[in-house]
């Protein structure tokens, strides 16, 4: 079983227009959707589809429009009840595949919801393979609470591989607690991976868009040597860089129309806990990882691949 813990988990609106955004201008979308979401959620949501048993753990109350949506998602899922709503995050998706991102503030969570919350994870984890990590914290959570949470399943679940995907100020806590709470796997894009190392996240990105991962490579490697097995770069277009103490490794994606970013990095993260949880090698864990979210770069608003539409055979790998 896959567990994912969203603690900042959203309403996912998503507007299409059919020309490109005039700011100040008056816009009429052809299309809205609204779906549950949030990084633990997508991923949880990209397991099921693909047949596997996943449960995304996350805070709502009662009667939530959000849980609603869980159910009409048929995501599997395990609720902590705490007060005010979960946000809205829109999405404004244009013809040519931009999209631009209001993202909502989420209700605050205090100690009592934190502890109901680190509880039913540890407990919950007990029968899991993977447990993911993902997404923002919301106001008046801790910044260093993943750590903190790394250390609560590794003493409940020795056996559980665990995963993080944060950014900004959490993902700073986290590097500066990776010598004593080191997860399995961590999967930043560039600019993450600038703030796990403190290096030019975009001078990284650019680099890779031209088809140099050297300083890729080199900055997954530092968070290697700080304890953390398996570091799983994302970069948009340029495809994904994995790095571990044997290897690295780059893949390209498949030929892609994009129609909406949101939710290619979950989905790549599922595609390669997927991957590894079925015996893969890191090769081809990166293969899929990249497959998995090109496929979701080609679905609209914040759809979630299924593994017919994942394109593997396509997706180059090179060791690097």
């Not at 959570?141 to 959490?170: E, F, G, K, N």
Request: charged share 15%; no cysteine.
């Amino acid at each position: 079983m896959i567990l994912t813990l969203t603690p900042n988990p959203s309403i996912d609106a998503t507007l299409n227009l059919q020309e490109a955004i005039n700011p100040g201008a008056v816009h009429r979308a052809s299309q809205v959707s609204q779906v549950a979401g949030g990084k633990g959620v997508n991923v949880t949501h990209a397991v099921h589809l693909a047949g596997e048993k996943s449960v995304a753990l996350l805070p709502a109350r009662k009667g939530d429009h959000f849980l609603t949506l869980m159910e009409d998602g048929n995501i599997p899922f395990d609720a902590v009840s705490m007060p005010g709503s979960v946000r809205t995050n829109t999405t404004i998706t244009e013809p040519d595949g931009r999209t631009t991102k209001v993202n909502g503030p989420g209700p605050e969570l205090d100690e009592t919801v934190q502890s109901a919350i680190s509880s039913s994870l540890a407990a919950l984890s007990i029968g899991a393979e993977w447990v993911v990590l993902a997404g923002s914290l919301p106001k008046g959570v801790p910044t260093h609470w993943y750590a903190t949470l790394v250390d609560a399943i590794r003493s409940a679940s020795p056996q559980a591989r665990i995963a993080v995907d944060t950014s900004d100020a959490p993902m700073v806590a986290l590097a500066e607690r990776l010598n004593e709470s080191a997860p399995n796997l961590i999967k930043p894009n560039g600019l993450e991976l600038g703030q796990l190392t403190d290096t030019d996240g975009t001078a990284l990105e650019a680099a890779a868009e031209q088809g140099d991962y050297s300083g890729v490579v080199e900055a997954a490697r530092v968070v290697v040597g700080r304890g953390v097995d398996e570091v799983l770069v994302t970069l948009g277009g340029a495809g994904a860089v994995l790095v571990t103490a044997d290897g690295a490794w780059a893949a390209t994606p498949p030929p892609t129309a994009v129609a909406s970013t949101v939710g290619a990095g979950d989905s790549a993260l599922a595609g390669y806990i997927l991957a590894r949880r079925a015996g893969k090698d890191f090769a081809e864990a990166l293969r899929q990882s990249v497959a998995y979210g090109s496929a979701a770069a080609a679905l609209p608003g914040t759809q979630l691949p299924k593994p017919a539409q994942v394109n593997i055979a396509e997706t180059k790998v090179l060791t690097l």
